[in-house]
């Protein structure tokens, strides 16, 4: 039975929130807050170790648990508290959609946008709200002036939809696409920042650059990156896909001009949700992707033109945002690292296991990528799915290598991970390997 005084200080320290959404109707009714303990500081990295705080956090959740899903850096599913918000504000647009929807929920919008900004920490004028991050991010890459000849910098781990909008503009327009590798993982952050200058050339007008790989879960040193790039001119376009509600920053620590994530991975809002920072003087330098008024004015909404869409969905993100902060971005943070060393630590000894992703807190958090010398990685994701009903998800690398990408999150249990671990052991000591 779980320890009251753990859990008593868990809920003190958690909103309380966090524990009435893991409660089904009715039950919170008589729920009375104990204000008389005061619970210890403790530390984010002790707090992820505390499986009394999680307990709630997981029950929060209606998920299917008959299979175990280890692909939550693919598309997150939502709270209860997130779904609910999403089936109200559905039923009120439906009752009258041009008065409910066009009348009360649009003009909500504004808040949103607020509330993003605040959580990137940047002002509501530099954040447009968008269905993904490749909606986002195209909106810059297809929509900054380039000329032919112009040269335009990644790497191979970059995204796929991210490297087709460049390759159609280099048939389209001239430009020069140019991508190198890196080691998985590299020794540091700044052998990483060496990278990108090394391969920058005077023709150099444009970088593409992940905040964090949905390959191998590399985080890179942006920072130093958009640096070096703006004390030679040239434009650098963050893809934060993996980052946003990932791991804890603020746009201020990134020193970026051009951000795009998805609020449905890591922030956990509905599917169909991100957004685009643009530093507030490049908004007029780049072009909507589709069509606006006034497409060369500053006004960030001019990427917002995309005609009717579902309102419900961004109304919803206000929900998921006091989730996250709930549990506390730091908390977050430390658990999803805490979770991949918990799984890898269990299967380290296992005859030519790799681990691809880096062990540095600063270059990694929650994704965690390996691959096992001999095996055939694609057999060993089936076998996982079929025999163990385990969800990952199979890579191959550039650089040659098939890999499994494992990323769980905030209501994943350990005995799920125990599980995980148990099916890969299985499946090295079977015939089928």
């Known amino acids: 039975m779980m320890n009251r005084t753990k859990l008593s200080a868990a809920r003190a320290v958690c909103l309380s929130a966090i524990l009435l959404l893991a409660l089904k109707p009715g039950e919170a009714a008589g729920l009375k807050r104990d204000r008389s303990v005061s619970p210890p500081a403790r530390t984010p990295a002790e707090i992820a170790r505390d499986e009394s705080f ?3 956090v997981q029950q929060a959740f209606d998920i299917d648990r008959s299979v ?24 009120f647009a439906n009752g009258a959609p041009t008065h409910n929807s066009w009348g009360f929920l649009r003009p909500r919008k504004e808040h949103v946008r607020r509330l993003v900004a605040d959580t990137f920490g940047c002002s509501s004028e530099e954040i447009a709200l968008v269905r993904n991050v490749t909606e986002a991010l195209q909106i810059a890459l297809l929509g900054i002036d380039l ?5 335009v910098l990644t790497t191979e781990h970059d995204y796929p939809s991210m490297k087709n909008a460049l390759f159609q503009r280099q048939k389209r327009d001239g430009v020069v696409v140019k991508t190198f590798s890196f080691p998985t ?15 920058v050339t005077p023709r150099t007008k444009l970088i593409l650059v992940c905040h964090i790989t949905n390959l191998t879960g590399q985080i ?18 963050v893809d934060g896909a993996h980052a946003f509600g990932h791991f804890d920053f603020k746009v201020e620590d990134l020193g970026c001009d051009i951000y795009g994530a998805n609020l449905h991975k890591w922030m956990m809002a509905p599917i169909g949700n991100g957004f685009l920072y643009v530093r507030k003087e490049k908004i007029e330098k780049i072009w909507p992707l589709f069509p606006a008024a006034d497409p060369l004015g500053d006004d960030i909404r001019k990427f917002e033109a995309i005609g009717t869409q579902q309102e419900a969905l961004w109304a919803a993100v206000p929900e998921a945002i006091a989730f996250h902060e709930g549990i506390g971005p730091k908390n977050k943070e430390e658990r999803l690292r805490y979770l991949r060393e918990y799984w890898r630590l269990r299967l380290g000894d296992l005859p030519g296991f790799r681990f691809m992703t880096s062990l540095n807190p600063k270059q990694s958090c929650g994704i965690g990528t390996f691959g096992l010398e001999g095996a055939d990685m694609e057999k060993l994701g089936a076998f996982l799915r079929e025999r163990y009903k385990v969800i990952t998800t199979t890579i191959k690398l550039p650089e040659g290598p098939t890999v499994i990408r494992v990323t769980p999150s905030v209501y994943t249990t350990l005995h799920e991970l125990d599980v995980f671990v148990r099916g890969v052991r299985d499946f090295v000591s079977s015939e089928d390997r």
């Open 185 to 199: 993982p590299p020794a540091s952050l700044g052998e990483l920042a060496a990278l990108f200058e090394k391969n």
């Open 54 to 56: 999680w307990f709630p």
């Open 147 to 151: 000329r032919p000849g112009d040269e």
């Open 220 to 237: 890179f040193p942006i920072k130093d990156i958009c640096r070096m790039a703006r004390e030679r001119g040239i434009e650098v376009v």
């Open 68 to 91: 175990i899903n280890l692909n939550n850096g693919g598309v997150h599913p939502s709270p209860r508290v997130v779904m609910n918000a999403v089936h109200r504000y559905l039923d």
